[in-house]
């Protein structure tokens, strides 16, 4: 298969690419380098030293014989998009090119009208390059659980739930309801791949995924591939977070009660799981929404695991709530259902226990490098001023 990477640069985009080309599918990459360059805003980094493109291109080559197009362009540039679509005719492209995270579109007023345009607007252009160049193409769209919110009822795996109001019964989608800027982002998108499946009757799988937390997959087999790894506020996933705050000595920080309940899956489980998905895609014309998650614990229960694997490693820490910068529900209800991944055969490889240790162990020799960005791990941007 040919297969467009959209933000091929990122912590999912470029193991996916390793993923892709390992098995012998023909991949193709887009970024404008965006992360790299707001992570150097908020004053952080990713722990470990990426290369920049040409010379990542050249190691996937130099130890996975792995040929890589990679272009370092803003997916938003229309009529640059159309070219690769028409250049390379993929089979299926992967659509990570967004501002990803919730804290970043929450600072200001600025930075939640760029996620916004930002986000929506390369969603809307790649449906209509692909309308335009090739309507069959596979569109796969990363979404997030976190568009659900934290409803007292369970979360089908279906965009739409039956309801009957006054004797009448219809179909709606089901309500989400977005913790930032950023969810709600990512909840437009739903509607729009939505509309378009309908309206012009595009192939879309819509993923729902929950945190990624990990530092390799299977393809990382020297230091020059690794992925970048954020461990900051604005940035940095829980477990990531939780893992770098062990190696610095501070304490592993829950926001609030430390109650808050969502759907993980590490690195490794995510690269095959979208693997699956792409290698089995939805039939022609067909939207297909998927929840990809595979351990599904409280903030606090994370912390405890992070505190064990660290300890069992001789390095001591605590636990220490601190106030909560985010508005959400701090205990909660949790119950989505997932059924389309095991369907295809997937079955979660990685637990949380074991990866937090190797997570430990791999960061371990970047101690000196991290305790450089240790002013930005503490929350310091706040949903309400």
């Avoid at 004053?43 to 990426?50: E, I, V, W």
């Avoid at 378009?196 to 945190?211: A, E, K, R, Y």
Wanted: proline share 6%; charged share 25%; aromatic share 10%.
């Amino acid at each position: 298969m040919k297969v467009l990477i959209l933000g091929i640069d990122g912590y999912l985009g470029w193991p996916l690419a390793l993923r892709l080309g390992a098995r012998g599918h023909e991949v193709i990459g887009i970024d404008n380098l965006s992360t790299r360059t707001f992570s150097e805003e908020v004053g952080a980094d990713s722990a470990f030293p990426l290369p920049n493109p040409e010379d990542r291109v050249k190691e996937a080559k130099k130890h996975l014989g792995i040929d890589i197009n990679f272009y370092v362009r803003d997916v938003n540039d229309y009529e640059f998009l159309k070219e690769v679509l028409r250049r390379h005719k993929p089979d299926v492209v992967v659509h990570f090119a967004e501002q990803r995270s919730a804290p970043f579109s929450m600072k200001d007023y600025k930075h939640a009208v760029y996620t916004l345009e930002n986000n929506l607007s390369s969603t809307v252009k790649l449906v209509y390059a692909i309308k335009e160049v090739d309507p069959t193409i596979h569109i796969l769209k990363m979404g997030t659980m976190g568009e659900y919110g934290t409803p007292n009822f369970d979360i089908p795996e279906s965009p739409f739930v039956e309801v009957e109001i006054k004797g009448k019964k219809d179909k709606i989608v089901f309500p989400r309801w977005g913790g930032s800027v950023y969810h709600w982002s990512k909840i437009f998108d739903t509607d729009l791949l939505l509309y378009f499946n309908s309206l012009f009757g595009i192939t879309v799988t819509d993923i729902m995924q929950g945190p990624v937390y990990g530092t390799r997959t299977q393809e990382i087999v020297n230091e020059s591939l690794r992925t970048r790894f954020d461990f900051d506020e604005t940035w940095g996933t829980v477990v990531n977070r939780f893992c770098v705050e062990a190696i610095l000595g501070l304490p592993l920080t829950p926001y609030g009660k430390g109650g808050q309940i969502r759907g993980f899956i590490s690195l490794e489980d995510s690269m095959e799981a979208l693997r699956l998905l792409i290698e089995h895609p939805p039939n022609q014309g067909e939207y297909r929404l998927v929840h990809q998650f595979a351990e599904i614990y409280s903030v606090r229960k994370i912390a405890e695991i992070v505190k064990a694997a660290a300890e069992s490693l001789g390095i001591e820490t605590r636990i220490q709530n601190v106030e909560n910068p985010r508005v959400e529900a701090e205990e909660h209800y949790y119950n989505p259902e997932i059924k389309v991944l095991p369907s295809l055969g997937f079955y979660p490889k990685k637990n949380l226990k074991d990866e937090a240790k190797a997570m430990i162990e791999d960061l371990l020799p970047y101690k000196e490098r991290l305790s450089r960005f240790k002013h930005v791990i503490m929350p310091k941007t706040k949903w309400r001023r």
